[in-house]
């Protein structure tokens, strides 16, 4: 069965009290490219996961997951 | 105003400044055709070869010519240039089209060169930009 990606990007950082714009800034992306993430509309790189798994203080499979469609 | 709220202007200006470019490169194309004044070596059939090369351009480097450092960096992020992949391969697909649709209509009513290679050209940048724009409007 094909494997589809979810993340929980969004939870995660509201949970800090980060804004979309803020969260852009310490990974150095635009604010859309944060949102269409938590959107699932965009599968970011590895590099930028990493990105997002260190502005949170988390590791990167606590914000990706693969699902089962 | 920030550098992220800077570039997301700046990046909206991009996508409605090629949407304006893709219908202005549509509207000589018809305007043009059969004109062979616009397709002969000179100042207006220069001209076209200017405005090509300088939207292809546009769509290679993502059309920050002014802006440097970090506010470039986020106008060309990974979502940026993801976007503008999918866009130069609409571009390639509608080039190849209008190749073929031009080569068909050739058989019926003779096409001359100019106008061909203008429709080809046009169609593809043309494409190319609008899908770009749409996909910087949309997924904003």
Redesign the interface.
């Known amino acids: 069965m094909p494997e589809g990606l979810a993340n929980r990007l969004r939870e995660l950082r509201t949970e800090r009290e980060l804004t979309q714009a803020a969260l852009a800034e310490l990974v150095g992306v635009s604010r859309k490219t944060i949102n269409t993430v938590e959107n699932g509309v965009f599968v970011p790189s590895t590099t930028l996961a990493l990105k997002l798994a260190r502005a949170l203080g988390c590791a990167v499979e606590a914000i990706f997951s693969l699902t089962q469609d | 105003m ?4 800077r ?2 202007r700046m ?1 909206r200006a991009r996508a409605a400044i090629m949407t304006l470019a893709a219908i202005v490169l549509a509207i000589n194309v018809v305007i043009e055709y059969g004109d062979s004044e616009y397709a002969s070596a000179g100042p207006r059939g220069g001209s076209w070869i200017v405005l090509i090369g300088l939207w292809t351009l546009i769509l290679w480097n993502g059309g920050g010519l002014r802006p440097r450092g ?1 506010i470039r ?3 060309n ?4 240039l ?1 976007n503008r992949a999918r866009a130069l391969a609409l571009g390639f697909y509608a080039a190849i089209l209008l190749a073929l649709a031009c080569y068909l209509a050739n058989w019926r009513q003779p096409i001359a060169t100019g106008d061909a290679l203008k429709i080809v050209t046009a169609g593809a940048i043309s494409a190319a930009l609008l899908r770009y724009a749409w996909l ?1 409007w949309r ?2």
Do not use: F, Y
């Not at chain 2, 992020?77 to 940026?80: A, G, N, R, T």
């Open positions: 920030t550098d992220i709220e570039a997301e990046g970090r960096a986020l106008l992020d990974e979502l940026s993801q910087e997924l904003r």
